[in-house]
């Protein structure tokens, strides 16, 4: 019995972990304003999926609601990527 509640514990927090690990996904992207027109590229976390459709379902949300429209989600990749894009994201890494 005592084995069997440890079995469950460790289930439990390896489910727990779970969630942890996919907030470790980001995006990078290509988005517009217009008029005077404006582009930029940016890098942003992702909370609802790890995939290049989620991906452009969440990225596109976020930056309308700040007045962009998405042209591009680029890639999506996880924390290892992150640095080699900071410099290129410049105001844009992490904002939205």
Same mark, same amino acid.
């Given at each position: 019995m005592r084995h069997m509640m440890i079995i469950l514990a460790l289930i439990a927090v390896a489910g727990g972990a779970l969630p942890a690990a996919a907030a470790e996904c980001y995006a990078d992207y =290509?988005? =517009?304003?217009?008029?005077?027109? =404006?582009?930029?590229?940016?890098?942003?976390q992702l909370q609802q999926g790890c995939d290049r459709q989620s991906a452009r379902a969440e990225v596109a949300g976020r930056l309308q609601r700040n007045g962009w429209t998405l042209l591009n989600v680029v890639s999506v990749f996880g924390p290892e990527g992150l640095e080699g894009r900071k410099a290129n994201a410049g105001r844009f890494y992490l904002r939205f």
């Open positions: =290509k988005a =517009k304003r217009d008029n005077p027109l =404006k582009l930029h590229y940016g890098v942003m």
